[in-house]
């Protein structure tokens, strides 16, 4: 965040919003990756880490030189 100049009234405004749309953006932001994350399980493939117990990871290949985990 900006250093802001002095204790006027203007910038303690200017400054709130500034965390407003902040807390906003993060919120958004979570909720798409939320929903791209949620997508790709729906597909069958994988978000990324290590498979449970029993289960394996295979790459399919999707193009040139492009390949997704499932």
Request: proline letters at 4%; a negative charge.
């Amino acid at each position: 965040m900006e250093k802001m100049e002095g204790e006027t009234p203007q910038n303690m405004l200017l400054e709130g919003m500034l965390e407003i749309i902040s807390d906003l953006f993060n919120a958004n932001l979570a909720v798409e990756v939320w929903k791209g994350m949620t997508q790709k399980v729906k597909l069958g493939y994988d978000n990324g880490g290590t498979p449970p117990y029993g289960y394996r990871t295979e790459h399919i290949a999707l193009g040139h030189q492009n390949t997704k985990s499932v």
